[in-house]
């Protein structure tokens, strides 16, 4: 019998991000026992690294801005595939979520008379993003675990003990989740420094696990995104869906190639920064798509005269959402008017001051200086696309953040619809808190509702157990396959042939690839022992980034369309018959159990409610809609 460490909790949330460490506070405050689990250090998350900020409709900086203009935005942004319901809420409650940050302890940046600071991103109609510095996501995690502590403080004066409703568990990897009759009765892992396993007996699981980058070459996100979550949750019968859209941030660095990908955040365009070609001009002028033409600046005049007076200026289009602008420096570096290491330049240095450049965007003015020699105050940065979100996930249920397996929930990047095909700026750290709030009540009514706890069986322990230490000793009959040569292979496939620009006959050589690459992994072998062993957590990890892009890739082939994050050479129009459809992922029992096969069906998104349908002009849905879809738009000839 397989020896593990045995626990029981109400909840349990994978994950201390931004969306994990919501719902522990939020099912904590219910009452609950909530283990919180974390493959990093507990605080090293992707919502530590997050700059730009925190979307949400406060109307500080422009008191026009109400929950029905950010609620556009995104729709628009996602152009028009979003969750609806999802994109609603966000932009409801994203501001109580804000102020409640400050009741916990954040201090945000401020306005001249004292109110939280707002800035301009992306396809944000006003500046919208709450933020502190270009350091925005330090201080939500910070702040959280501030209220975890203080939680923790008053059930010690309870019980006597701190760890009586919250518990932490750092550096600790889940790898599978555990059903009895279709219901979920635990979470299985493993310590990362000793290699022990641990069992959690938890009728609730709130999935928090973040994005799936690692998939990619060239990507801003870190070791810990390989898609655990996706692939924890299909592998315990949930769907995911919009796996094909795929977030490539238009701004990465470039040069060196040791720091390629990492993120230069959206807030330099934001707060001036210009695109430019080495013809010195802004070509973002030229690519102003016909959805958005008439709602960006068609002159450099115009475009500099909205930063002090938004109001009577068009916005510039800099700040088109970010799957328009990755394209568009793409295309100009295809032309031969890219910079020497095969990106554009962004310009602060000729835009601000040196002394407002190091005070608003001080990481960004570390960065270039310590990695690439750069001063950003006197130099334009180099920079482009990079793989930085992913916008498919986990199918839940907007209001509970349930998925369809009875006691799994999920939230935060590994949870989809809410951006529908593409995000917007600083709209994840927002989603993050009203969907991690949301997991957090959805897992604790649950638990509160549940007549008897499912029970973990052994023989699904033992087959865990045997799955995790397969690449100690795999049946290779000799042959032996290298975890870091196949994550090598898998990431060079998927930039190359589902990248930012797809077409069919790449993507079928990629689905090719894949299919030798999860044969080849039955062969993955680990020297040593279990105790930090960095070879055999890739291996582990390996397994769920197969999987997660296999979703991507299938996904990416059926949609004969571009949308968003996925841009077909092959089928380069959006196309009406595609926007309500959604491509379904789950994993279907075949004859490989190491990763299991993908299928995918096509399902209709449920039609936006009237109330919201009516928030847009019958001009715009046009550009999206079909007309049998507009038959109830007052607008409509009847
Ligand atoms: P994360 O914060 O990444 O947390 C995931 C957690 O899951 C981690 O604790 C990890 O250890 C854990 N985990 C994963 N797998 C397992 C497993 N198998 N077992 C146990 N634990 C596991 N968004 C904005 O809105 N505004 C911004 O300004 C912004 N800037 C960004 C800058 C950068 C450089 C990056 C990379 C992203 C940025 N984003 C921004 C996006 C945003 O930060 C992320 O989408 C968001 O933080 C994701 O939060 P999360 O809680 O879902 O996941």
């Known amino acids: 019998m397989t020896e593990v460490e045995r626990l029981n909790y109400d909840v349990v949330v994978i994950g201390a991000g931004g969306a994990g460490l919501r719902a522990v506070i939020e099912a904590r405050e219910r009452g609950?026992?909530?283990?919180?689990?974390?493959?990093?250090?507990?605080?090293?998350?992707?919502?530590?690294?997050?700059?730009?900020?925190?979307?949400?409709?406060?109307?500080?900086?422009?008191?026009?801005?109400?929950?029905?203009?950010?609620?556009?935005?995104?729709?628009?942004?996602?152009?028009?595939?979003?969750?609806?319901?999802?994109?609603?809420?966000?932009?409801?409650?994203?501001?109580?979520?804000?102020w409640e940050l400050e009741t916990y302890g954040a201090l945000f940046d401020r306005t001249a008379d004292g109110r939280?600071?707002?800035?301009?991103?992306?396809?944000?109609?006003?500046?919208?993003?709450?933020?502190v510095?270009?350091?925005?996501?330090?201080?939500?995690?910070?702040?959280?675990?501030?209220?975890?502590?203080?939680?923790?403080?008053?059930?010690?004066?309870?019980?006597?003990?701190?760890?009586?409703?919250?518990?932490?568990?750092?550096?600790?990897?889940?790898?599978?989740?555990?059903?009895e009759n279709g219901r979920i009765s635990g979470a299985f892992g493993y310590w990362r420094e000793s290699g022990r396993f641990i069992l959690f007996e938890t009728p609730a699981v709130v999935l928090a696990t973040g994005g799936i980058g690692k998939s990619?070459?060239?990507?801003?996100?870190?070791?810990?995104?390989?898609?655990?979550?996706?692939?924890?949750?299909?592998?315990?019968?949930?769907?995911?869906?919009?796996?094909?859209?795929?977030?490539?941030?238009?701004?990465?660095?470039?040069?060196?190639?040791?720091?390629?990908?990492?993120?230069?955040?959206?807030?330099?365009?934001?707060?001036?920064?210009?695109?430019?070609?080495?013809?010195?001009?802004?070509?973002?002028?030229?690519?102003?798509?016909?959805?958005?033409?008439?709602?960006?600046?068609?002159?450099?005049?115009?475009?500099?005269?909205?930063?002090?007076?938004?109001?009577?200026?068009?916005?510039?289009?800099?700040l088109l959402p970010r799957d328009e602008v990755a394209r568009a420096i793409n295309s100009e570096v295809k032309a031969g008017r890219g910079s020497p290491h095969g990106g554009?330049?962004?310009d602060i240095a000729s835009r601000l001051p040196a002394e407002e450049i190091r005070k608003r965007l001080p990481s960004m003015y570390h960065q270039f200086k310590e990695l690439a020699d750069v001063d950003i105050t006197k130099e334009p940065m180099e920079v482009g696309p990079t793989c930085h979100y992913v916008m498919?996930?986990?199918?839940?249920?907007?209001?509970?953040?349930?998925?369809?397996?009875?006691?799994?929930?999920?939230?935060?990047?590994?949870?989809?619809?809410?951006?529908g095909s593409n995000r917007l700026g600083g709209n994840s750290l927002s989603d993050l808190l009203v969907f991690g709030r949301r997991a957090g009540l959805g897992a604790a009514s649950y638990v509160s509702e549940l007549k008897d706890r499912p029970?973990?069986?052994?023989?699904?322990?033992?087959?865990?157990?045997?799955?995790?230490?397969?690449?100690?000793?795999?049946?290779?009959?000799?042959?032996?396959?290298?975890?870091?040569?196949?994550?090598?292979?898998?990431?060079?496939?998927?930039?190359?042939?589902v990248g930012i620009i797809r077409k069919a006959e790449e993507i079928e050589r990629a689905l090719e690839k894949l299919g030798e690459l999860r044969e080849r992994i039955k062969r993955v072998t680990v020297e040593g022992h279990r105790q930090f062993n960095p070879g055999w957590h890739l291996a582990v990890d390996l397994r769920n980034m197969l999987m997660v892009s296999e979703c991507v890739a299938r996904a990416a082939l059926m949609r004969t369309e571009s949308r968003g994050g996925h841009t077909r050479d092959d089928h380069p129009g959006m196309d009406a018959q595609w926007r309500n459809k959604l491509l379904v992922c789950?994993?279907?029992?075949?004859?490989?159990?190491?990763?299991?096969?993908?299928?995918?069906?096509?399902?209709?998104?449920?039609?936006?409610?009237?109330?919201?349908?009516?928030l847009f002009e019958l001009s715009e849905l046009g550009k999206y809609y079909t007309d049998e879809e507009l038959a109830s738009h007052p607008g409509s000839p009847a």
């Open 116 to 131: 939280i600071s707002q800035r301009n991103f992306g396809g944000h109609t006003y500046p919208r993003l709450a933020h």
């Open 344 to 346: 554009v330049f962004l």
């Open 216 to 318: 990619f070459k060239v990507t801003s996100n870190s070791w810990e995104y390989t898609g655990d979550g996706h692939a924890l949750a299909l592998r315990a019968g949930a769907k995911l869906i919009n796996m094909e859209f795929v977030q490539f941030h238009p701004t990465g660095m470039v040069w060196p190639p040791s720091v390629k990908g990492i993120l230069v955040t959206e807030g330099v365009r934001g707060d001036g920064g210009v695109l430019k070609n080495t013809e010195d001009k802004r070509f973002m002028f030229e690519y102003v798509p016909e959805v958005f033409k008439g709602q960006y600046a068609d002159s450099e005049e115009e475009a500099d005269r909205w930063y002090t007076d938004a109001d009577n200026n068009r916005r510039t289009p800099d």
């Open 455 to 497: 029970k973990v069986s052994q023989s699904d322990v033992d087959a865990a157990a045997a799955m995790a230490l397969a690449p100690f000793d795999p049946p290779g009959n000799g042959v032996e396959e290298n975890p870091y040569s196949l994550h090598t292979e898998l990431q060079q496939s998927m930039n190359d042939l």
């Open 392 to 419: 498919g996930g986990i199918e839940v249920d907007p209001d509970t953040a349930s998925s369809s397996v009875p006691g799994l929930f999920a939230a935060g990047e590994c949870s989809g619809g809410m951006h």
């Open 133 to 179: 510095g270009d350091r925005t996501g330090l201080e939500l995690i910070r702040t959280m675990q501030q209220k975890i502590v203080s939680l923790q403080q008053e059930d010690f004066k309870e019980t006597g003990d701190y760890e009586a409703r919250i518990k932490v568990f750092a550096e600790c990897t889940i790898t599978e989740l555990l059903t």
């Open 32 to 98: 609950f026992s909530v283990a919180v689990v974390c493959k990093s250090l507990f605080g090293k998350a992707h919502t530590v690294m997050a700059e730009g900020g925190c979307a949400a409709s406060m109307g500080n900086a422009n008191s026009n801005d109400n929950w029905q203009v950010h609620f556009r935005d995104t729709m628009r942004g996602g152009k028009f595939l979003n969750n609806w319901r999802m994109a609603e809420l966000h932009a409801r409650e994203a501001p109580d979520r804000v």
């Open 586 to 614: 789950s994993a279907t029992p075949g004859d490989n159990p190491v990763v299991p096969e993908i299928g995918i069906e096509v399902k209709a998104q449920t039609p936006l409610r009237q109330d919201l349908l009516e």
